[in-house]
C-alpha cells in the first residue's frame, strides 16, 4: 500500500496511540457499556479510528463488532438504514449461533422457508424482528422499526454471551433520514437512547463532523447523549506523525516535510493526496513540492471545495472570503461589506455551527481548514482581482 484517500487501518494507519488503546480497553470489557463519540472535521480521520478499533477489537473473543456510516445509506431513508443495521449486527453474530446463511440471504427467503431456518438456530429470538423487517408495511411506525434494529444485538448478546459493538459513523446525520416522505428529525435520537439505556450487551460508538448536528446529538447539555458516550475532539496529525506518514512511502527532505506539514496543518487527508502526487514527480525538491501544492488547490480544490463553498449562503460566502483576505474582526468585516455588526455576527455563528468557522478569541475568527482558506485566497480572491483589472 501507498498513499491513500481511503479510511486507513493496521500498519497504514499513523499515531493516535493513545486514544486507540484507552477505547479498546474500555470496549472490549465485558460488563462496561461505556461509549465513544468522535468529533472532528470532515478529512480529520474519524472513520479511520472507527476501523482501525473495529480491526483491533475483531482479534478478540466474545465481542462482535457492525461498522455503519449513515452517509452510506442509499436511498436516505430510516427504514434502509434500521434494514442495514439489523443485517449487520445478524451477520456479525452468525458464527456464534450456528447459522448457515448469509444475513442478505435471509431477507430473500419466502417466510415460511425462514420460519424453519430459524428455529433451527439461535435466531429464533429474534425472528419477529427479522419478520419485521421483511414485511414492513409502507407506513410502519418509527419508534417500532427503531426498536427492533436496535435491539437485534441485546438479545443475540444476552443468548450467546457476547458483546456488540456498534459504530456508527456520521451518527447525527441520521436526524436527515426519511420516513413517510419527511424528515426524521430529532426524535429519532431521543429513541435510540431511551433504547441505549437498558442495554446491557450493547455499545454504541458514534462520530460525526459537523458542529451543529454534534450539538443537537451529543455535545450540548439539553441533547439526548449529553454525558451518555466519551467525547473525543479528533485533532489534526502531529509534525513527528506527518513526518512518519511521508517518510513511510517517500525519499523526502526535513525542508520538504516541514513545507507540507505547513500546507496541511496535519491534516491527513491532504498529506495522503500530496503524498500521492509527489510519487508521481522525479525528486522531492522544495520546488516540485510548492509546484504539487499549487496543482492540488487549482485541480482537486476545485472539486473539494467549489461544491461546499458554493453551498454557503451569498453572506457567509462574502464572510468567509473576507476572512481568507486577512479581516479576522467582525468590526472590520462589517465595515468592509457595509453590513451591520448584528448580521456578521449572526452569519459567523452559523458558519461556526457548520465548521467552518471559529472563534480563537473575543472579536477574533479563523479559518478552520487552511487548505480551503488557500484555496479561497489563491483561487476565488486571485481570479477576482484578475477579473477586474481586465
Ligand atoms: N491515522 C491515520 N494515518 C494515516 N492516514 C490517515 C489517518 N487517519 C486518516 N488518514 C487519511 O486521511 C484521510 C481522511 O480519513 P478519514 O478517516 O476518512 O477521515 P474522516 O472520516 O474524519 O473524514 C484518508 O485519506 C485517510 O487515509
Ligand atoms: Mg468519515
Given at each position: 500500500m501507498t498513499f491513500t484517500l481511503q479510511p486507513v487501518k493496521g500498519k497504514e494507519f499513523i499515531n493516535r496511540t493513545e486514544?486507540?488503546?484507552?477505547?479498546?480497553?474500555?470496549?472490549k470489557a465485558k460488563r462496561s457499556t461505556t461509549g465513544y463519540a468522535l468529533y472532528g472535521k470532515r478529512r480529520i480521520g474519524k472513520t479511520s479510528i472507527l476501523k482501525e478499533v473495529q480491526r483491533r477489537l475483531e482479534q478478540e473473543d466474545g465481542i462482535v463488532v457492525v461498522y455503519l456510516s449513515v452517509w452510506d445509506i442509499i436511498e436516505s431513508t430510516l427504514t434502509e438504514f434500521c434494514q442495514r443495521l439489523s443485517l449487520g449486527v445478524i451477520e456479525a453474530y452468525r458464527p456464534h449461533i450456528g447459522l448457515k446463511y448469509r444475513a442478505n440471504e435471509l431477507i430473500r427467503t419466502p417466510l415460511a422457508m425462514l420460519r424453519k431456518i430459524l428455529e433451527e438456530t439461535e435466531l429464533k429470538i429474534v425472528y419477529n424482528e427479522?419478520?419485521?423487517?421483511?414485511?414492513?408495511?409502507?407506513?410502519t411506525d418509527e419508534g417500532v422499526l427503531i426498536e427492533h434494529a436496535f435491539n437485534i444485538s441485546e438479545k443475540l448478546g444476552e443468548k450467546a454471551d457476547i458483546k456488540?459493538?456498534?459504530?456508527?459513523?456520521?451518527f447525527p446525520s441520521i436526524i436527515d433520514l426519511k420516513s413517510n416522505n419527511l424528515k426524521v428529525g430529532e426524535a429519532v435520537l431521543r429513541k435510540i437512547r431511551t433504547i441505549s439505556e437498558d442495554w446491557?450487551?450493547?455499545?454504541?460508538?458514534?462520530?460525526?463532523?459537523?458542529?451543529?448536528?454534534?450539538?443537537?446529538?451529543?455535545?450540548?447539555?439539553?441533547?439526548?447523549?449529553?454525558?451518555?458516550?466519551?467525547?473525543?475532539?479528533?485533532?489534526?496529525?502531529?509534525?513527528?506523525?506527518?513526518?512518519?506518514?511521508?517518510?513511510?512511502?517517500?525519499?523526502i527532505s526535513q525542508e520538504g516535510i516541514q513545507e507540507i506539514y505547513d500546507f496541511s496543518a496535519g491534516i491527513p487527508f491532504y498529506v495522503q493526496f500530496v503524498?500521492?502526487?509527489?510519487?508521481?514527480?522525479?525528486?522531492?525538491?522544495?520546488?516540485?513540492?510548492r509546484r504539487v501544492e499549487r496543482e492540488f488547490l487549482a485541480e482537486e480544490g476545485n472539486i473539494l471545495f467549489k461544491e461546499e463553498f458554493d453551498s454557503l449562503g451569498p453572506k457567509e460566502r462574502l464572510i468567509v472570503l473576507s476572512i481568507a483576505s486577512g479581516c479576522h474582526a467582525p468590526k472590520e468585516m462589517a465595515n468592509t461589506l457595509g453590513d451591520k455588526m448584528s448580521n456578521v455576527n449572526r452569519f459567523l455563528t452559523y458558519l461556526g455551527e457548520k465548521g467552518y468557522v471559529s472563534?480563537?478569541?473575543?472579536?477574533?475568527?479563523?479559518?478552520?481548514?487552511?487548505?480551503?482558506?488557500?484555496?479561497?485566497?489563491?483561487?476565488?480572491?486571485?481570479?477576482d482581482t484578475v477579473d477586474t483589472n481586465v
Open positions: 486514544l486507540l488503546e484507552e477505547m479498546v480497553a474500555e470496549l427479522i419478520e419485521f423487517l421483511i414485511t414492513r408495511k409502507k407506513d456488540c459493538v456498534l459504530l456508527i459513523d456520521e446491557e450487551r450493547t455499545t454504541l460508538c458514534i462520530s460525526g463532523s459537523i458542529r451543529s448536528t454534534m450539538n443537537l446529538a451529543v455535545l450540548s447539555s439539553s441533547s439526548p447523549f449529553y454525558r451518555q458516550l466519551i467525547v473525543k475532539e479528533i485533532s489534526p496529525l502531529k509534525q513527528e506523525h506527518v513526518t512518519k506518514l511521508l517518510s513511510q512511502h517517500l525519499d503524498g500521492k502526487m509527489l510519487e508521481r514527480t522525479e525528486k522531492n525538491t522544495l520546488d516540485s513540492i472563534k480563537k478569541e473575543r472579536g477574533y475568527y479563523v479559518l478552520e481548514d487552511p487548505v480551503f482558506e488557500r484555496w479561497m485566497k489563491e483561487v476565488i480572491l486571485e481570479a
